[in-house]
């Protein structure tokens, strides 16, 4: 089956992507949505404009769309893109790394239904702290790039997640994916990348939550 990822340089859309290769899928390309909404409910947008850096060391072609990340509509945007990809890549299906928002996986489904393509969804309801586990012990270099919950303060911006932040989330009773948007995240280097990627940048606080922005 011929997938294209939806990719936001996550956790997620990065072990997704790992996995359905693992599985035999020809994953041909990364699809990323750019969206001028910095609260879009449905697309990453701490730092997508790096996406690129990622899709060059994973050795994959990479397909940017952009939105300005108006509710609802950013999903006709979605659609059409899609649809055009699907003729030019000749694509079966979409990929992505839902975990547990039914909001993002039941709208990706229906525009897949629309157009006729699959929705392979692998992570949907693993077990966190086990998928977590996974994720380090198969070698991905995982960053902490945005903190928005009490307990989490500037310290943990580009902070590596390893068993021991796993454990620190535990105690602050935080979902260990971050998947309630506790937490956003980037990597850095895993399976499949050719390259390690090497950054520079800096802490934008606000009170009580704030990003990591890599600048190079």
């Known amino acids: 089956m011929r997938l294209a990822a939806l990719f ?15 599985q035999g899928f020809d994953v041909c390309c990364l699809v990323s949505v750019v969206s001028e909404n ?3 409910y449905m697309y990453h947008t701490v730092n997508i404009d790096m996406v690129p850096k990622q899709a060059e060391a994973l050795g994959m072609t990479l397909y940017q769309m952009e939105t300005e990340g108006v509710k609802e509509e950013e999903l006709d945007d979605l659609m059409e893109f899609l649809e055009e990809l699907k003729k030019k890549e000749k694509l079966d299906g979409v990929l992505m790394g839902a975990l547990a ?3 993002q996986r039941t709208r990706i489904e229906r525009i897949c239904e629309e157009l006729g393509l699959a929705s392979i969804a692998p992570l949907w309801h693993v077990d966190p702290e086990t998928y977590m586990n996974h994720i380090i012990d198969e070698g991905f270099d995982v960053r902490i790039v945005g903190v928005f919950a009490e307990g989490l ?7 590596k997640i390893g068993k021991v932040t796993l454990q620190k989330l535990k105690k602050l009773r935080i979902h260990p994916a971050g998947e309630g948007g506790e937490i956003e995240s980037f ?11 090497k950054f520079k940048g800096e802490a934008v606080w606000d009170r009580n939550s704030g990003y990591f922005k890599i600048n190079s």
């Not at 303060?153 to 902070?159: A, N, P, T, V």
């Not at 990597?187 to 990627?197: H, I, Q, S, T």
């Open 153 to 159: 303060d500037k310290s943990w911006l580009g902070r």
């Open 38 to 40: 910095p609260e879009s």
């Open 8 to 22: 936001s340089g996550g956790k997620d859309s990065c072990y997704a992507l790992h996995y359905a290769q693992q």
């Open 101 to 103: 928002s039914e909001y």
């Open 187 to 197: 990597v850095v280097d895993g399976p499949g990348f050719k390259e390690k990627l």
